[in-house]
């Protein structure tokens, strides 16, 4: 009053309000974090204001709660208002102090004498109050009661009004227990709405191995329903040799300086099958001790696709591979065939030089024409082969098939070889084949290929045995040699363009590489195959398979 200049406030001269406690800011947050100002009545709260009413006979009772501007009451017995300014409030002083505060005739306490609730209605000359906390130990209002004429409060009485208090800090508790229960429960639900909206597969576990829950996305993963494998071994959804590296990862967790731990793995489905995993391990501590939390990606697409990569890739390698070999293949050709053509005109050259320049007898004449003649064939069989190839593999090759007696035919290609040569004797088994539908010129190409390639490759004096048969309705040649034979790796490939054995045995006779694949061409044309069967220094055999009726 004096020396407090009077305050204005709705025409009331209103007294100072009670000072700020020192940690008004922390009792403020405390209040707050309750979430309790401004809900509904509570009978739990009700219930003790009643009692307080009648047990002290007053006609008002009040659980105040003091906020930063205002005292808001959880439960009021006999004031219409919920709420006054905190200027005008008397708890404000119990709650500062920290301890009951009872003002027997507020007319008389000069920090009340002027305040507008006890000048004006409703006019409070007894006011007792007892400081009210929370679980944290702030004092955040009081429980009083208040009468309109001045009042003794007695030692029992204060005891009463503390027990009251005392059961309205206990109901406090509870409302902050639910509170924190309905937290949880919310945080739950949002915990619940992650995991059920992410897309990865996501695994608890706990410190024994045991499955405490899945989110969708990994119960969908591994193929079973919601509730089904918690409580389970995690051993249900993983191969053997991970659950040990889990361990591991949990015993490694237990130390504080343990993070995510991401590696491939093999997960289990409900059907048995299994499926390679990304798996990412994370450890935490909760409530229920060390967890580890598993989130599972399905890699089988990932892995489906490194492999498609993998196998695109050595697919790529083979094809540079055969690319590389084919290149190597042309320009050995390319030399061979240059190197061949030059031997021939060089000889052609040299014979015609000599037929011109020298005196030449009629005997040597014939023998230099017939030199020239060997030479000027031999080019143009090489010319015929290469041109016979590249129509052939163009698919520009048409076959003139006609009835032909291919007995009579090999004999007298046989017989002509023989002729031309006495270092090797040629043997023919004829196998009574009728007549058989083929293009004969073509037939010729083959088995002198065949016949000279068992001459070229065969040591003098060794013997080439030439057979037919019919084999399942086909024409079946074979010719045999005692030759230097071709290892068993090599078998097919004597049959690509420009492939020759490079072997000491055969580097000296000369070729092209081109004489096989027109065989083999030249068969399959005619709807038939050619092969060969060798033993190195022994000999080989090729076959030729040719139906009967034609291509
Ligand atoms: P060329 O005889 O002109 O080299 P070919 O295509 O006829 O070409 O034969 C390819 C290769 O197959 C020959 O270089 C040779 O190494 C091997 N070869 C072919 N026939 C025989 C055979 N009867 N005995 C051993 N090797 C052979």
Partial sequence: MEGNPPQSGGGFHLMPAAPLPV??????????????????PDERFDRLTRLARTLFQVPIALISLVDSDRQWFKSCYGLADSETEREASFCAYAVLNREPLVVKDATEDARFSDNRLVVGAPFIRFYAGMPLYESGGQPIGTLCVIDTVPREFVESDLQALRDLTAMAENELTHFEFELAVRAREAAEAREAAILAAVGDGLVTIDHSGAILSLNPAAQAMFGYGADELTGQDVRVILSDEHRTEIQAVFVNSSRPSAESVTREAVARHQSGGEFPIDLTITAFRSDQGLVLIGAVRDATARKRAEAETAAALAAQQVANDELARLS??????????????????????AFS???????????EVKDFAGDINADALRLNRMINDILDLEKMESGNLVLRPEEVDLDATVDLLVARAQVAQAT???????????????????????????LSNAIKYSPEGGQVSVRTWVDNGCAHLAIADQGVGIPKAELERVFDRYARIDADSTRNVSGTGLGLPIVRQIAQLHGGQAWAESKVGAGSTFHLLLPLGGP
């Fill in 353 to 363: 030089e000599m037929m011109r320049d020298q005196d030449l007898s009629a005997d």
């Fill in 328 to 349: 190597r293949q042309k320009s050995e050709f390319v030399s061979i065939v240059s190197h061949e053509f030059r031997t021939a005109l060089t000889g052609i050259r």
């Fill in 23 to 40: 940690d008004e800011k922390d009792r403020l947050s405390a209040l707050s974090k309750l979430e309790i100002l401004d809900t509904a």
């Fill in 424 to 450: 090797h004797r040629l043997v023919f088994k004829p196998g009574g084949l009728g007549a058989v539908r083929l293009d004969e010129d073509r037939l010729i190409q083959v088995v002198s290929n065949l």
